[in-house]
C-alpha cells in the first residue's frame, strides 16, 4: 500500500531517489506519466498501471473528451526502472510539465503514488477534510 508523504532531491541529471518505503510496492517496474492535476506526476506499479488502462479502454473512444483523457495519460507515459542505488529519471520533458526544480515531493495515495514541486504540493493540503468529506457525501 503506497501511503505516505516524503521529499526528495532531484539532481542534475533529472534523478531523484525513491523513497525507501515505495520501492517494495513499486517492484522492478512501473510508470511515470502526467496526473490529473496540472503540474503534477504519476508513478503506478505495474499491476495498478494495467487496472487504469483497462479504465481508460472502457472509454467511448467515439467521443472527443475521452481520446483527449487517453492521449493525456498514455502519451506522456513512460516505463521506469530503479537503478541499483533507488533513484528514477524523469525525463525532461515531465520535469518541465511538472515544474520539478529541486525538491521533489512523493505522496503515496493508495494504489499510485503523485510527484510535486515542493511548490506545488503547497496546494494539495486540505485544511478542512470535514467539509469535503461532506460535500462528497462521504461518511466515515
Keep these: 500500500m503506497l501511503i505516505g508523504k516524503y521529499t526528495n532531491a532531484l539532481d542534475a541529471k533529472g534523478r ?7 520501492r517494495g510496492d513499486l517492484g ?11 503540474k503534477s506526476l504519476y508513478i503506478y506499479p505495474m499491476d495498478e498501471w494495467k487496472k487504469f488502462v483497462e479504465k481508460l479502454q472502457q472509454l467511448p473512444t467515439s467521443k472527443k473528451d475521452s481520446r483527449m483523457i487517453i492521449r ?4 506522456n507515459a513512460t ?3 530503479m537503478d541499483s542505488q533507488g533513484r ?8 518541465e510539465k511538472a515544474e520539478l526544480q529541486k ?9 499510485r503514488i503523485e510527484l510535486w514541486s515542493a511548490e506545488n504540493a503547497k496546494d494539495t493540503e486540505v ?4 467539509a469535503l468529506l461532506e460535500s ?5
Design 16 to 22: 531523484v531517489f525513491v523513497p525507501a518505503a515505495f
Design 28 to 38: 522492478d517496474r512501473f510508470v511515470l506519466t502526467r496526473g490529473a492535476e496540472d
Design 72 to 75: 493525456h495519460f498514455c502519451s
Design 79 to 81: 516505463n521506469c526502472d
Design 88 to 95: 528514477i529519471l524523469i525525463p525532461q520533458e515531465l520535469r
Design 103 to 111: 525538491e521533489v515531493v512523493f505522496i503515496g495515495t493508495v494504489n
Design 127 to 130: 485544511e478542512d477534510i470535514g
Design 136 to 140: 462528497l457525501d462521504i461518511d466515515f
